[in-house]
């Protein structure tokens, strides 16, 4: 199993940028999918970006190509999401997901969460 802490979210002005960190417990995070996820009130959770076992292949949605970018590094067990060019839409609370799967962009495959983290962007 895997327990997921995000940090990192905040209020920010739309065209500026922020960096989330997602911490892992357990030894055999190099061997999840680590995805980042977003949702606002009344909507279902979107997916944003994923990581492969070993951040050699990364995907994104595509209203954040270009701008986001997702990383992990294995030896502290800690998945990132880089925002830059942040617009009002991007509003939401962001989650870390972690997956047994190779990849996925379906929140059904993704077994274990975090709590969340608020990211806000003002116009």
């Known amino acids: 199993q895997v327990q997921l802490v995000e940090s990192g979210g905040g209020l920010v002005q739309a065209g500026g940028s922020l960096k989330l960190s997602c911490a892992a417990s357990g030894r055999t995070f190099s061997r999840y999918t680590m995805a980042w996820f977003r949702q606002v009130p009344g909507k279902e959770r979107e997916f944003v970006a994923a990581?492969?076992?070993?951040?050699?292949?990364?995907y994104y949605t595509d209203s954040v190509k270009g701008r986001f970018t997702i990383s992990r590094d294995n030896a502290k067990n800690t998945v990132y999401l880089q925002m830059n060019s942040l617009k009002p839409e991007d509003t939401a609370l962001y989650y870390c997901?972690?997956?047994?799967?190779?990849?996925?962009?379906?929140?059904?495959?993704?077994?274990?969460w975090g709590q969340g983290t608020q990211v806000t962007v003002s116009s």
């Open positions: 990581t492969s076992w070993f951040g050699s292949r990364t």
């Open positions: 997901g972690a997956s047994d799967y190779n990849y996925s962009d379906s929140e059904a495959k993704y077994g274990y």
